[in-house]
């Protein structure tokens, strides 16, 4: 990867480690929808204005169609149900789970032909961390809820769905345009189901994550993850998910005195030497021509 993709990788990491300690602090007073609906709110409308600036509603309306379904496949459904599995699961196991994104994500990228073919050391690589969180699954399923389990897989797929979508049909959109208008739609759908459950009180901790989710994680990532997929494309993107357990564990531990014991001594590694492989297996050339269309991408806005 190029120098600025890897500095987007780094911060990407560390970014999206975050939101699963977030989401689990916001649980204590918040149902998964009134979290969604004040995420997607901050982050929306803090952007709008910026995007009504850009003032690019001839693509709007050219892709909305695009958008709505990204709206859907990224967000709506994802958040849902990753907010309902750490109801029953620690933050940081979530976080774990959520590195299967990469495996979704190269194989949609095979079915839609962004990727040719894969082979050598980042092949190796997703082979490593996807079995680094087997054995992290094996080793929490008697005692994780199963139905907790599948939502976070099914979000990590939507995970790896979304950013394929967006490359594929997306591209032509400036990234605040399509961020703030993506959490918008979201914001939309959970409006009902967010205004019948606010909280009497909410305290400062859950307020200040839930604005976490929204500006850092949501407003913050989505613009620096879209760059990223503008550099190094939609399957190599979702490698930052090898990264976040790191983040996600560390913070689950030091904050939630979260224990996950041989599950992390074991998976864990797995998962940053499968982080590390995937990345770097990557050919120049394939990263010459990545870094050449983003780089034109952005000359175009």
């Known amino acids: 990867m190029n120098r600025r993709a890897w500095v987007l990788f780094a911060i990407m990491g560390v970014i999206w480690g975050l939101p699963y300690i977030f989401i689990k602090i916001a649980l204590r007073e918040l149902t998964p929808e009134t979290i969604i609906l004040f995420r997607c709110a901050l982050g929306g409308i803090v952007l709008l204005p910026f995007a009504i600036r850009e003032g690019r509603f001839d693509l709007m309306r050219k892709h909305w169609r695009g958008l709505l379904l990204y709206s859907v496949i990224e967000m709506v459904i994802p958040w849902y149900l990753l907010a309902r599995a750490e109801q029953h699961m620690p933050s940081s196991f979530a976080g774990l789970l959520i590195s299967v994104a990469p495996i979704a994500g190269l194989i949609l990228a095979l079915a839609f032909r962004s990727e040719a073919h894969v082979h050598g050391l980042r092949l190796i690589g997703l082979v490593v ?25 099914i979000t990590a797929c939507g995970y790896a769905l979304g950013p394929v979508l967006l490359n594929h049909y997306l591209s032509e959109l400036p990234p605040v345009t399509m961020v703030s208008y993506s959490m918008l739609f979201a914001m939309v759908f959970y409006l009902p189901f967010g205004l019948t459950h606010l909280p009497h009180h909410l305290n400062a901790e859950v307020a200040g994550c839930v604005a976490g989710l929204g500006l850092l994680c949501s407003l913050t990532g989505f613009i620096l993850f879209y760059l990223l997929i503008l550099d190094v494309g939609p399957s190599r993107a979702t490698v930052v998910t090898y990264v976040n357990p790191i983040i996600a564990v560390l913070a689950g531990v030091i904050f939630l005195h979260e224990h996950l014991g041989s599950a992390v001594a074991y998976g864990l590694p797995l998962v ?15 990263d010459a021509r990545s870094a050449a269309k983003g780089s034109a991408g952005i000359e175009e806005r």
């Open 129 to 153: 961390g996807f079995v680094g969180v087997a054995i992290v699954v094996g080793i929490n399923a008697g005692s994780t809820n199963a139905l907790a389990i599948t939502e976070v897989v």
């Open 272 to 286: 940053i030497i499968g982080s590390v492989l995937a990345t770097w297996g990557a050919t120049q050339q394939s």
